[in-house]
């Protein structure tokens, strides 16, 4: 057993309360810190994440707003950096036996539940995940030698509606309307979304070799030529001899949409957060872009329809 670090909670509650607040959004209230809202629940996992973590240089810290690409960026690089170990057409490829949320550790969680003594037990390079906007990384990530920092944005447009779906399974009730509304005022899951990818745009100029930036449609566009530049910005270049071999290409389909939401370990289970389980069905929908089409036209359909009903304007 990993020895308990300080209970964020009682470290950080004071500072937590004098933060302005909203109420809740599906489960869990809000509260504004330097900007941004983040989830009652982490936010002293975040601030314990931001004031303890200690990088080492070849690490790699995935992020992401919630909704963009998280899942697909964690299989790429996972497989990417362990090929050695595990050739990406391996039978026992844990990719094909784990959720690519278990293979790699998300900050907020690691640090709510005091487990970050297991960060120094994993081996270099390691390869963690958060949510958090880069003005609030830790300083030693984000100056000096840090270490490299990973970041995928999406358009939000289909953000919103992949958050729709994904938040409607924890609250059968909830609307698309609510959902883009709570987008558009910034106070939902580490909002608001702009600043959150524009932090993360100005780090990826300012420090190119530090930052890389990618867009989940680029990504759908051309997944080879993306994961090269993965690769090669982790120092993990393909070879010669693995471009020969066509070990892009099967990590590629590995890592694809169709090959993960086939898999039985993502057909069925969970994940346990602390405060609440996600079923890793619900990170595989439809990995596509242009989706928002299929509901946003309709929802404005639909409002019209009922608004204009009985009136002869729509006969
Ligand atoms: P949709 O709901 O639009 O289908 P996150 O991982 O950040 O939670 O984002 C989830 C979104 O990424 C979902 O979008 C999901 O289907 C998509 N996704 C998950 N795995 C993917 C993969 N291997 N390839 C492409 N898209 C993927």
């Not at 969680?109 to 609030?136: C, M, N, W």
């Not at 030693?140 to 999406?154: A, E, L, M, N, Q």
């Not at 609250?171 to 309307?177: F, G, I, K, Q, Y």
Request: charged fraction near 25%.
């Amino acid at each position: 057993a990993v020895p308990m670090a300080r209970d964020p909670k009682e470290e950080f509650g004071d500072l937590i309360a004098a933060l302005p607040r909203k109420e809740k959004f599906i489960l869990v209230g809000r509260r504004l810190y330097k900007g941004f809202w983040l989830l009652e629940p982490y936010a002293p996992g975040i601030l314990a994440f931001q004031r303890r973590f200690t990088p080492r240089p070849d690490d790699v810290v995935l992020t992401s707003y919630p909704k963009c690409g998280t899942t697909w960026l964690k299989a790429l690089v996972f497989a990417a950096m362990a090929r050695d170990a595990y050739p990406p057409d391996a039978a026992d490829h844990p990719l094909r036996r784990l959720n690519p949320h278990a293979c790699i550790p998300f900050m907020e969680d690691i640090f709510t539940k005091r487990q970050e003594a297991k960060l120094d037990g994993l081996p270099s390079p390691r390869l963690v995940h958060t949510h958090t906007p880069y003005a609030l990384l830790p300083d030693t990530v984000t100056t000096g030698d840090g270490c490299k920092v990973v970041y995928i944005c999406r358009d939000p447009k289909d953000m919103v509606v992949s958050m729709y779906h994904y938040l409607r399974r924890l609250h059968p009730d909830l609307s698309l309307a609510d959902t883009f509304h709570s987008v558009l005022d910034g106070t939902v899951l580490y909002g608001p979304m702009w600043d959150h990818v524009l932090g993360y745009w100005h780090a990826s100029i300012a420090r190119p070799d530090r930052v890389l930036f990618l867009k989940y449609e680029d990504l759908l566009r051309n997944t080879g030529e993306h994961l090269r530049k993965l690769a090669e910005f982790m120092g993990r270049p393909f070879s010669a001899a693995e471009e020969a071999a066509g070990t892009v290409e099967s990590v590629v389909e590995l890592c694809s949409f169709d090959n993960m939401k086939n898999l039985d370990v993502n057909k069925t289970g969970a994940i346990e957060r602390k405060y609440h389980s996600v079923a890793h069905d619900a990170f595989f929908r439809k990995g596509v872009t242009g989706d928002w089409v299929n509901h946003m036209s309709s929802r404005l359909d639909e409002i019209f329809h009922d608004k204009l009903r009985g009136t002869g304007l729509m006969d």
